[in-house]
T-cell receptor, first 111, second 111 residues
Framework: DGGITQSPKYLFRKEGQNVTLSCEQN?????MYWYRQDPGQGLRLIYY???????QKGDIAEGYSVSREKKESFPLTVTSAQKNPTAFYLC??????????FGPGTRLTVL | QKEVEQDPGPLSVPEGAIVSLNCTYS??????FMWYRQYSRKGPELLMY????GNKEDGRFTAQVDKSSKYISLFIRDSQPSDSATYLC???????????FGKGTKLSVIP
């Protein structure tokens, strides 16, 4: 089955730790995205990548980093510089019409 | 003025009712319009995709776009308890790979 997988489903981080969220897609999509979702805030774009080895900052990139070494994978690292990282993180990829398809999400909680 | 406005609800309707969900937008460059359904603690799933003005029907769902009024709607006929979810509108301009989302409307269908 084609789709987007995210792991882990739940993640707990201690203060000062970096954590990496995984996102993999087998839809053969070129573009991939990371969003953060907070209650009442809607979806906010963190980073996006339109092609391998290239990515751009979204609206709230501070405290986050990404890489795009393979077409299928777009991991997100939440660094210790992100002061309020507790949120629901969503990864998406888009087809050649720009329609985005989402993964199941990772819920990150800071302890 | 926010680019996309969507009433957050919550909206509560009895089973079998017709539901109307709406978004207004300010950017006249938007040409592609989408509706996503998001169940609690899950990733959004694409419901409807439309281009420019007009109607599109898929089963119990109808999407309408009125570009002259900068207004889009999603109608759900014969609503079911399984339709209880948050509905997100999203839109983008031609040649863009970035979606602008509404904050979502939370719908509850009461048996």
């Amino acid at each position: 089955d084609g789709g987007i997988t995210q792991s882990p489903k739940y993640l707990f981080r201690k203060e000062g730790q970096n954590v990496t969220l995984s996102c993999e897609q087998n839809l053969n999509h070129d573009a991939m995205y990371w969003y953060r979702q907070d209650p009442g805030q809607g979806l906010r774009l963190i980073y996006y990548s339109q092609i391998v080895n290239d990515f751009q900052k979204g609206d709230i990139a501070e405290g986050y980093s990404v890489s795009r070494e393979k077409k299928e994978s777009f991991p997100l690292t939440v660094t210790s510089a992100q002061k309020n990282p507790t949120a629901f993180y969503l990864c998406a990829s888009s087809n050649d019409r720009g329609v985005q398809f989402f993964g199941p999400g990772t819920r990150l909680t800071v302890l | 003025q926010k680019e996309v406005e969507q009433d957050p609800g919550p909206l509560s309707v009895p089973e079998g009712a017709i539901v109307s969900l709406n978004c207004t937008y300010s950017n006249s460059a938007f040409q592609y319009f989408m509706w996503y359904r998001q169940y609690s603690r899950k990733g959004p799933e694409l419901l409807m995709y439309t281009y420019s003005s007009g109607n599109k029907e898929d089963g119990r769902f109808t999407a309408q776009v009125d570009k002259s009024s900068k207004y889009i709607s999603l109608f759900i006929r014969d609503s079911q308890p399984s339709d209880s979810a948050t509905y997100l509108c999203a839109m983008m301009g031609a040649g863009s790979y970035q979606l602008t989302f509404g904050k979502g409307t939370k719908l509850s269908v009461i048996p």
